[in-house]
Nanobody, 117 residues
Framework: QLQLVESGGGLVQPGGSLRLSCATSGSTLEDYATGWFRQAPGKEREAVACISSSGRSTNYADSVKGRFTISRDNAKNTVYLQMNSLKPEDTAVYYC??????????WGQGTQVTVSS
């Protein structure tokens, strides 16, 4: 079993920055491709960014390209999402997902990000 714990959310003004963290307990994250998803009120959950298990490959939603950066530190069993130039439309609950074809997929509990003046 893989338990994911997100942290780093909060209230920030437009144009500000936040860094989200996704850490594991009880197992190692380095075997899993990992992604960040978000869900705004009344909307479906959408993919934001993903990173391969090695960290060599990343991909981003068009809406966050150039503003968000996903990275991982496998020694710390942690994946990060650096969010810069935040906009009100980035407001959502952000979820971490880890997935492996043989080990299955896991979700964290989510962390709220609110961008408002």
């Amino acid at each position: 079993q893989l338990q994911l714990v997100e942290s780093g959310g909060g209230l920030v003004q437009p144009g500000g920055s936040l860094r989200l963290s996704c850490a594991t307990s009880g197992s190692t994250l380095e075997d899993y491709a990992t992604g960040w998803f978000r869900q705004a009120p009344g909307k479906e959950r959408e993919a934001v960014a993903c990173i391969s298990s090695s960290g060599r490959s990343t991909n981003y939603a068009d809406s966050v390209k150039g503003r968000f950066t996903i990275s991982r530190d496998n020694a710390k069993n942690t994946v990060y999402l650096q969010m810069n130039s935040l906009k009100p439309e980035d407001t959502a609950v952000y979820y971490c997902n880890a997935n492996d074809p043989f080990r299955g997929g896991y979700w964290g509990q989510g962390t709220q990000v609110t961008v408002s003046s």
